[in-house]
């Protein structure tokens, strides 16, 4: 079977992009829909939204799993939709990680599993470096629970360091601290703030409110 070739991304670019059910609509007061955004590898943003602007489809989007909207979107300068399964594997495994507002967790899997179902198929990080991260962000006592048994909160911190278990240019984050108090979400911009550093990772962040505390580059309303 033929290797996959590995694919970087070092900046992503929208050109005139808005989701499909924004068409028509002359009201639209955005930094992103309909104008000409590049996010560029090594930088941070912040997405502000209020609820129902889009910000969730503008992650699936750039994941390649919606494809409901108008306009082009470009890895250095190639369409997304031009892209073959093949090279969205490679780009998903090695230059894209992402944590959906939704988390996407097996719930029947523990939360030391679901991290490990992901590290195992990358190889990126040792198991002390996993169980020093469980600490960190204070889930150390949780690891065997499954994740259908913890709260929301301690769900998004499990979901947070799988995102992690993977090489990465660009790292979305939809909301990442909507149910964490102050002390959890430092605990959290710490650890991607040196982790997005030591990869050289551009990092780009939603949020409705409950910002994750991170020295960013441009902040955009959505």
């Known amino acids: 079977m ?109 939360a030391w599993e679901n991290v490990q179902l992901k590290n195992r198929l990358t190889g990126c990080h040792t198991d002390e470096t996993l169980r020093h991260w469980f600490c960190r962000l204070g889930i150390d006592s949780l690891a065997d629970r499954p994740a259908c048994r913890l709260s929301y909160g301690q769900q998004q911190r499990v979901a947070f360091l799988r995102a992690l278990c993977q090489p990465f240019d660009f790292l979305f984050l939809d909301e990442p601290v909507s149910h964490l108090d102050a002390g959890n979400a430092a605990a959290m911009a710490d650890l991607l703030r040196e982790e997005a550093g030591r990869r050289g990772a551009g990092v780009v962040v939603t949020s409705i409110g409950h910002r994750l505390e991170l020295d960013y580059d441009t902040v955009f309303a959505l």
């Open 2 to 110: 033929k290797k996959e070739t590995a694919f970087s991304i070092q900046r992503i670019e929208w050109r005139q992009v808005s989701p499909r059910v924004f068409a028509g609509r002359g009201d639209l007061r955005s930094d992103i829909w309909q104008r000409q955004v590049t996010f560029e590898r090594g930088r941070t943003y912040l997405i502000e939204a209020a609820s129902g602007t889009g910000k969730s489809s503008l992650c699936g989007f750039v994941y390649g799993c919606r494809r409901d909207y108008d306009g082009t979107l470009l890895f250095d300068g190639t369409d997304i939709r031009t892209l073959t399964t093949a090279r969205w594997t490679c780009l998903r495994r090695g230059a894209l990680a992402m944590l959906f507002q939704d988390l996407r967790l097996f719930p029947e899997l523990t």
